[in-house]
């Protein structure tokens, strides 16, 4: 789960693992700490051969819908002493980021598990197909006979929706599976062997039980002996940290008889790379554990506040027009914030009507997005201001025309020529380009590197997080997401291709498609910003996010590891939603997702 101030960073690099020196198991570092870096690291343990024991003929027959709370269950009976390393269960979900709980049982005496007090117990996000779980943590071992149970467990709401479905009704001469119904506290025996299979270790103890110490309990209370893993005998553990994701390049740190580091010598915003090797006595030093990344993080967040000036400040003419027509100003942005604030510089009083349009792609009005609900005075020539952000959120991240309608004649707006925007006459109903003229129109626009600022169209969006927060669902960051979930372009290094997959939670440095059924805008804030990403890059079109900046990051000042992998010239598209077509870009602004063509694979660094 995570944290306010921890960001669980994903692995980068994996390491290979000897058998004579076995490396630490799963290193992980935790990010956006103010100034400081922590890591932690599992024992390395022995590599052993499995035993797969299954009941089920692996052909699968009818279904099984589990209410909440409901366990499915298979019982094992191991044919030699043994400790169990893993399970893997056949499963269907129809739904993205749904969690079961998979549990060890002791036999009841009676052939049944006893489901109210489990020998180990770990959360599993279901997936469809063949999933395997890893149990060895639980170092739980068995005599040869000694009956348990593994059962899976639906946790998660709505009732209404299955949210897991295993194949059973195998034949069998015995049966070993069960149901456990919640909500009758009783045991269904099912009628098959569910698709649960065990992986066990015969041969010498990997666990031992290990002794209790005295302790007084209430009267019946069972006493469980806690098993648990003899991890490989190690002396010490040498941590190395780096500028780039390579172990060659690492330098050693620190050492430590701890499976823990705190990493004190940093520097905020810069990003670290880290690895650990495990001194085995009388076996001299593993290789390097898998590689991970961390950036330590100010919380503290900077505010940006941008004037758009596309006027020499000095008035050359006074433009008026006839009653419900007006004027408007194309200001050309570049970058994201909120529309704080509208100026405008009158030269002869009266009342005007400010109103904010989007353009299309010739940068013409196109539709109108805020008006004002009544008129405003203008009590004296000047600039007055209009604060727009007291009637509505209006998000800014490209060009839009500010524009003021007027009642009467008598009303009349500055004129700059020859100007350097484009301005607009409107004329009742119709706009009209003006040329070598531009409106004396302005825009205040604010930004917190702390909050994510979106323009969200009707249909499909590419978008990112560029901020670090509490809660990463898809249905709180973007909440219009049809169905609660995003899109991640995906690279299997298995397959060595990419696919597209669904999620329910969105991370910095990725880019994701989102289908929303409404046009919004709105802001989400709370987290830490994400000042810089190092992201991971592979063959071909990656989807990236871009960072907390609200003037973007130009593509030519992108670094990258290897540097050759973006070639001599770096392709780069995002996806308009207006025009319903990809673009190229020369610059990458927080909130937006962007496609990148990588020849090879290394780290994107963005700054």
């Known amino acids: 789960m995570r944290n306010f101030s921890y960001v669980i960073i994903t692995v980068l690099i994996a390491a290979c693992i000897s058998i004579a020196q076995n490396a630490p198991r799963e290193l992980t570092a935790f990010s956006n700490l103010d100034g400081r870096v922590e890591l932690s690291w599992l024992s390395p343990i022995i590599d052993v051969e499995t035993v797969e024991l299954a009941y089920d003929d692996g052909s699968g027959g009818g279904l099984d819908e589990g209410d909440r709370n409901d366990i499915v269950s298979v019982r094992f009976t191991p044919a030699e002493d043994c400790s169990l390393i893993s399970t893997r269960f056949w499963g269907y979900c129809p739904y993205p980021e749904l969690y079961v709980q998979v ?5 009841n005496g009676v052939g049944r598990p006893d489901v109210y007090s489990p020998l180990y117990t770990v959360e599993h996000i279901l997936v469809s197909g063949w999933q395997t779980i ?17 059962g899976v467990k639906k946790i998660m709401s709505p009732d209404t929706f299955p949210h897991y479905i295993l194949h059973d009704n195998d034949p069998c001469g015995e049966s070993r599976s069960w149901l456990f119904d919640y909500s009758y506290f009783s045991f269904v025996e099912v009628p098959g062997d569910l698709q649960i299979r065990a992986s066990v270790y015969y041969g010498a103890r990997l666990a031992t039980l290990s002794p209790h110490s005295k302790r007084v309990i209430p009267f019946g209370e069972p006493v469980y002996m806690r098993r648990s893993f ?8 040498k941590v190395y940290r780096g500028s780039y994701p ?6 050693f740190l620190d050492y430590t008889t701890d499976t823990f580091y705190n990493d004190v010598s940093v ?5 670290y790379y880290y690895s650990v090797k495990a001194q085995h006595s009388g076996l001299g030093i593993s290789p390097f554990s898998n590689m991970v990344s961390a950036t330590p993080r ?4 900077s505010i940006y506040i941008d004037t758009m000036i596309y006027d020499d400040g000095v008035p050359n003419a006074t433009a008026f027009y006839s009653g419900g027509n007006g004027f408007g100003t194309c200001l050309p942005i570049n970058q994201v914030g909120q529309l704080k604030t509208l100026l405008y510089r009158f030269n002869v009083t009266g009342e005007f009507k400010p109103q904010i349009w989007s353009v299309d792609a ?28 007291s009637w509505e959120t209006i998000i800014v991240d490209g060009p839009f025309v500010a524009s003021c309608i007027v009642p009467d004649f008598y009303t009349g707006i500055a004129v700059d020529v020859p100007g350097f925007a484009q301005s607009f006459d409107y004329g009742g109903g119709d706009w009209s380009a003006i040329a070598d003229t531009t409106y004396m129109i302005r825009a205040i626009l604010e930004y917190y590197d702390d909050v994510a600022y979106y323009n969200i169209k009707t249909g499909w969006n590419l978008v990112s997080v560029p901020v670090f927060f509490e809660d990463n669902s898809v249905s709180n960051i973007f909440p219009t997401a049809m169905y609660g979930i995003a899109y991640e372009w995906r690279f299997s290094t298995e397959y060595e291709e990419w696919y597209y997959d669904t999620t329910s939670v969105v991370e910095p440095g990725d880019g994701y498609w989102i289908l929303s059924d409404i046009d919004t805008m709105y802001m989400i804030s709370g987290g830490i910003p994400a000042r810089t990403l190092d992201v991971p890059m592979h063959p071909e079109w990656n989807l990236i996010g871009g960072i907390s900046n609200p003037e973007g990051v130009g593509i030519y000042s992108l670094t990258s590891y290897p540097e050759e992998i973006l070639g001599d010239h770096i392709y780069i598209y995002t996806y308009n939603s207006q025009s319903d077509e990809m673009q190229p870009v020369d610059k990458i602004l927080p909130g937006k997702g962007y496609f990148i063509l990588s020849y090879d694979s290394g780290v994107l660094n963005l700054r």
């Open 134 to 150: 890893d149990l060895s943590e639980s170092g739980l071992t068995f005599d040869a006979g000694e009956e348990f149970h593994i």
């Open 362 to 389: 010739d940068s013409f009005p196109s539709q109108l997005i805020l008006s004002s609900a009544s008129w405003l005075p203008v009590s004296a020539p000047g600039w007055r201001n209009v604060n727009v952000s």
């Open 230 to 237: 003899i991890p490989a005998d190690v002396e010490y553990y």
């Open 267 to 271: 520097t905020n915003d810069n990003v």
């Open 298 to 301: 100010s919380t503290d967040a």
């Open 246 to 251: 390579d172990t060659s390049l690492l330098e």
């Open 103 to 107: 549990s060890v049982y002791e036999d």
